[in-house]
């Protein structure tokens, strides 16, 4: 059942970065370029997506289970710490320079070209890898501080 669900929740998905048009990437870039033919397209699927979103999260506040019977994740933080930023400025960054959002990116290949398959490739070997720096980085950040220090007389 549970696959079911997210069969259809994938093919909504879709069905909607679709037909609003976040997967043709001049809509992106008349979003981000007000300077010439800016398209408001996207503010509006921003905004529908974050009020669905907030609908959903208050329709699951204070249920411990899904319908399905699995654990509710719990909101996301509103803390924000230096991984956030740093990894908001990258997807900017990315998604400015390309014009293509991950999400739709899948979508996207259907076009044509080699450039989709090429941001694709990219994302998902980007992901592969965040795990294994992030250990690193944990590692290394735990051995700096095991380090002794020279004190000062």
Not at 69 to 89: C, F, H, K, W, Y
Not at 95 to 102: A, S
Not at 132 to 142: G, T
Request: glycine share 16%.
């Amino acid at each position: 059942m549970r696959n079911l669900f997210a069969f259809v929740g994938g093919g909504l998905f879709g069905a909607g970065l679709l037909v609003s048009g976040v997967t043709n990437t001049r809509v992106i870039h008349g979003w981000l370029d007000p300077f010439s033919g800016w398209d408001p397209t996207l503010g509006f699927f921003f905004v529908a997506s974050a009020a669905l979103m907030a609908l959903g999260w208050r329709f699951a506040r204070g249920r411990p289970k899904s319908r399905l019977g699995t654990p509710m994740p719990e909101m996301a933080s509103p803390r924000q710490d230096r991984n956030l930023i740093v990894g908001s400025l990258m997807f900017g960054a990315g998604w400015g320079l390309t014009g293509i959002c991950p999400g739709p990116s899948m979508a996207s290949i259907s076009y044509g070209g080699t450039s989709g398959v090429i941001f694709l490739g990219s994302m998902i070997a980007g992901m592969l890898i965040a795990v294994p720096v992030k250990q690193w980085q944990a590692n290394r950040s735990v051995s700096d501080s095991m380090k002794p220090t020279a004190q000062v007389i």
